[in-house]
C-alpha cells in the first residue's frame, strides 16, 4: 500500500516525496497527528504535500 501511495503522490504532484513525508501527510489528514507533531526535520515538506492536495491544517 506504501508503494502505491508513494506512486500517486508522485505522479499527483510530480516530484519525489520522502516516504516518511507522506505518512505524516497522512496522518495529519485522518487526524491522528498535528502539523507540530511532525518532526522538524520533514515539517516544510509535509506541509507542502498537504498544500499540494489543498489540505488546510491548522497550526
Known amino acids: 500500500m506504501t508503494k502505491l501511495r508513494e506512486w500517486l503522490l ?10 516518511m513525508a507522506v505518512v505524516y501527510a497522512t496522518l495529519i489528514i485522518k487526524g491522528k497527528k498535528t502539523i507540530d507533531q511532525v518532526p522538524a526535520l520533514i515539517r516544510e515538506q509535509v506541509q507542502q504535500i498537504l498544500s499540494d492536495l489543498e489540505v ?4
Open 10 to 19: 508522485k505522479i499527483l504532484l510530480g516530484k519525489e516525496v520522502p516516504v
Open 56 to 59: 488546510e491544517v491548522q497550526e
